[in-house]
């Protein structure tokens, strides 16, 4: 059993940063891949920025140069740090793991098992 908690959302201006925090516990995920998705208001769910079981990570071209996403197996922390926060970036932060080990970050949400609750971001105008 996997449990994940993400932290760190709010309410911030445009130009401005805020640091997510998904704290995982249960089953041990050092291998594998673990990712940041958002739904935006009245979208689908959409990848934002993974970390494989290797290290590698992979960003989606909207937030690519502006977040970087990082894990801590010792502590059991995927972190994704956001700069230069966009009112498109206004949606609720979801992190996610599979259930596999590997170095693959894959993009769609189906690839995942195991799911946080979600955390608000606002980005004002």
């Known amino acids: 059993q996997v449990h994940l908690v993400e932290s760190g959302g709010g309410l911030v201006q445009t130009g401005g940063s805020l640091n997510l925090a998904c704290a995982h516990s249960g089953e041990p995920l050092r291998r594998n891949t673990m990712a940041w998705f958002r739904r935006l208001p009245a979208k689908e769910r959409e990848f934002v920025a993974g970390v494989g079981g290797s290290g590698d990570t992979v960003y989606a071209d909207s937030v690519n140069g502006r977040f970087t996403v990082s894990r801590d197996n010792t502590e059991g922390v995927l972190r994704l740090q956001m700069n230069d926060l966009k009112f498109e970036d206004t949606a609720v932060y979801y992190c996610?793991?599979?259930?596999?080990?590997?170095?693959?970050?894959?993009?769609?949400?189906?690839?995942?098992?195991?799911w946080g609750q979600g955390t608000q971001v606002v980005v004002s105008s």
């Open positions: 996610a793991a599979r259930h596999v080990s590997g170095p693959w970050v894959l993009r769609p949400p189906g690839e995942y098992a195991y």
